[in-house]
């Protein structure tokens, strides 16, 4: 079998790592031109996993088309802002039957749509699936443990991908809310901003326990609103990828949320972090689509604040705990009370 993988950043060369043990011809693409020899020659990513070394069946090209010919399947490992655009440059040269996997998690901004609605605008005929989960390239790339959740509009889809992907070292579960799958793999990454901004700002674990615990609550009210199953958030692309990302070091979004709960502006803390921090993106697409669905979100509102409004992280925190009471689980409380 033939892979492409479009993105050759930390998550789409660790996913190349893994499908290349399970002797795969791999073939990855990134519009930066200098990972390429890396890859090809040194047979490791310096750029970004530094230390782990890719098997001789993981190639990388210089143009897309050639990434994506005799593919089965193409994967999507971009950040999610991108995926419009690269989709554009792909729309001639991808096949009917050639399966679209998507590794982004994020909500499109202006759209507000999910990163698989994006895909499909392009790809209205191809198979499409989202992979989501607790799932640190740094790890993954090192045969950590792991398991992570694939979802699809097709089942026959879902199960395939999990046999391809599967490993004794990578455990797929299928899940067939592909909104909640996708959804909780996105918000979760606005919550690890602002658990970072909490651990900046010298607070504790009780405040990142509650950060968590109604940061799960805000995904799943927005999640229902908009078609998602509840319990998806008690699995592994919602509560798993939260508690994962709200707590490692790993976790670019968590990186980049203290730097800025220490001072520093957004801006500097991106440049320090050296990475895509998909959370600041998501943080103004979540909000704005919360506000589409007239769903409350405090948590999102106030981080979109300190980000875009300049609020004193302080302030809002303490706006946050001054909110009108309520209860912990509304409909719960209204049915027994």
Not at 101 to 112: C, D, M, N, Q, R
Not at 260 to 274: L, S
């Amino acid at each position: 079998m033939r892979i492409g993988i479009i993105g050759a950043g930390s998550w789409g060369t660790a996913v190349g790592i893994i499908l290349g043990k399970k002797g795969y011809e791999v073939v990855m693409w990134d519009r930066n031109k200098e990972i390429i020899p890396q890859i090809n020659v040194s047979k490791e990513n310096l750029t970004y996993l530094p230390g782990v070394l890719i098997p001789s069946n993981v190639t990388a090209v210089e143009k897309i088309e050639d990434c994506v010919a005799g593919a089965e399947f193409i994967i999507l490992a971009i950040p999610s802002q991108a995926v419009r655009i690269v989709c554009k440059q792909l729309v001639n040269y991808v096949k009917e039957e050639q399966i679209l996997v998507s590794l982004a998690k994020g909500i499109e901004i202006g759209t507000l749509k999910r990163i698989s609605e994006v895909v499909e605008e392009f790809f209205p005929t191809n198979p499409i699936a989202v992979l989501s989960g607790p799932s640190h390239a740094e790890e993954v790339s090192r045969d950590i443990p792991t398991t992570i959740a694939v979802s699809s509009k097709s089942k026959e889809i879902a199960e395939y991908i999990q046999d391809v992907f599967i490993t004794p070292k990578f455990r797929i579960y299928t899940n067939p809310d592909i909104v909640g799958v996708e959804l909780g793999g996105a918000v979760k990454n606005v919550i690890a901003l602002a658990a970072g901004v909490s651990d900046g700002l010298g607070y504790g674990d009780n405040t990142k326990a509650a950060l968590m615990t109604r940061g799960i609550a805000e995904i799943a009210r927005l999640g229902v609103a908009l078609g998602a199953e509840p319990l998806t958030f008690a699995g592994l692309s919602g509560i798993g990828d939260l508690i994962v990302t709200c707590t490692s070091m790993h976790s670019r979004n968590r990186r980049a949320g203290i730097l800025i709960g220490q001072g520093k502006t957004m801006e500097e803390a991106v440049a320090e972090v050296k990475m895509v921090v998909e959370g600041i993106n998501t943080t103004k697409s979540t909000y704005e689509l919360a506000k589409k669905m007239n769903v409350e979100m405090p948590i999102v509102t106030a981080l979109y604040n300190v980000l875009f409004n300049n609020k004193d992280a302080k302030v809002a925190v303490s706006e946050l705990m001054l909110r009108d009471k309520t209860h912990e689980i509304e409909e719960v409380a209204q049915k027994m009370w």
